[in-house]
């Protein structure tokens, strides 16, 4: 047997050989979508919209690359449709959408909506061929019971394009944190700065509708960096009252403070007014969780929850969960159980 000398390659070894075991402990299928798939050279928004006919369209395998199923030496844009239908049982399961590895940029649409991205398109063009990442589903864009489309927008500069290889399919942890209190949904968004936005006082009535999680790139901000506001407002049952709660802001990318009634209850990162993209981290990884001091909280009547947030580079906002109050003893427990798991989606960023 031939010794393996090479440190680099030892890893990548040991990466092959433990990584498919992992991501078995740590997720479950929900929905395998590899196979057939429809497939067109060319670009046209039109074809994200779920009632675009593709029934001329060619069928080609996922994951695999274009050019060994009849499109040899093709560069430049395309795009893959791919129809399911989803289970009733699923409705209230927070859900993953995963399309493998792109060669070299992609835009993924679930039922029409903008669910992620990966790369930059021409003229500002930037490969993403070697990153796999989950997106997060909103449920709002889900059709349960009924027909639902994945459509995924590819551009391929040069040697092998299209969804190549990895995972394909919708995703959920198998050791999700049970939240007292969800806070997931539409809360009320404005880019910008003040402190005062923090204020219960303030008047958001006319800011615009955000889903959290969920990046603000899909959400109508494309390449926009710098500061925004989240709010909501919530109210939570009295059997909460007196209980030892931490607030999970979910993943924010990059920076946040939080604040709940007007009072800052956390920070992660350090927010300079004079930011560029060099204070980039890795706090985007974090999931926020700060521990609300006794009496702030008051149950059965309005609370207001405002989250500020600075993002320096690419993707931005609150983009993934768990969002939400739940017991302190009950998040430690979590957080000590799953400390050491490997966060397979960002593994290769």
Do not use: C
């Not at 403070?257 to 927010?271: H, P, V």
Request: aromatic share 14%; proline share 5%.
């Amino acid at each position: 047997m031939q010794r393996i000398n090479n440190p680099i390659l030892l890893v990548v070894l040991l990466m092959t050989l433990l990584l498919p075991d992992a991501l078995a402990q740590e997720w479950r299928t929900a929905l395998n979508l590899k196979g057939r798939w429809k497939f067109m050279v060319g670009d046209d928004v039109q074809w994200a919209d779920p009632k675009f006919r593709d029934s001329g369209w060619d069928e080609i395998r996922v994951p695999e690359s274009w050019e060994d199923q009849g499109y040899p030496g093709y560069d430049g844009f395309a795009w893959y449709r791919k129809r399911f239908t989803l289970d009733e049982d699923l409705r209230d399961v927070q859900l993953y959408l995963r399309v493998g590895y792109v060669d070299d940029a992609s835009e993924v649409y679930l039922n029409g909506h903008l669910v992620g991205f990966e790369g930059q398109f021409p003229p500002d063009f930037i490969t993403a061929y070697n990153i796999a990442r989950a997106y997060v589903v909103p449920q709002q864009y889900l059709n349960y019971g009924g027909d639902n489309l994945i459509a995924v927008r590819v551009y391929d500069k040069r040697m092998v394009g299209g969804i190549t290889q990895g995972s394909v399919g919708l995703f959920e942890q198998r050791d999700p944190l049970e939240l007292d209190y969800n806070l997931a949904g539409v809360w009320k968004f404005r880019t910008g700065d003040n402190s005062s936005w923090a204020s219960p006082e303030t008047r958001d009535e006319h800011w615009e509708e955000l889903i959290v999680p969920g990046f603000w790139e899909t959400q109508g901000h494309r390449n926009y960096d710098g500061f925004a506001w989240y709010r909501t407002t919530f109210e939570v049952p009295r059997n909460l009252a007196g209980k030892d709660l931490v607030l999970l802001a979910g993943r924010i990318d990059d920076l946040d403070e939080t604040y709940l009634n007007g009072k800052l209850l956390g920070r992660t990162g350090r927010m300079r007014k004079s930011w560029s993209p060099d204070d980039k981290g890795d706090d985007y990884a974090k999931l926020r969780g700060y521990v609300i001091p006794p009496g702030l909280l008051v149950p059965g009547k309005v609370n207001t929850l405002a989250v500020r947030v600075l993002d320096v580079y690419m993707h931005g906002g609150i983009y993934d969960g768990p969002v939400g109050l739940v017991n302190r003893r009950t998040f430690r427990e979590w957080e000590r159980d799953n400390e050491n798991r490997w966060n397979f989606f960002d593994w290769f960023r």
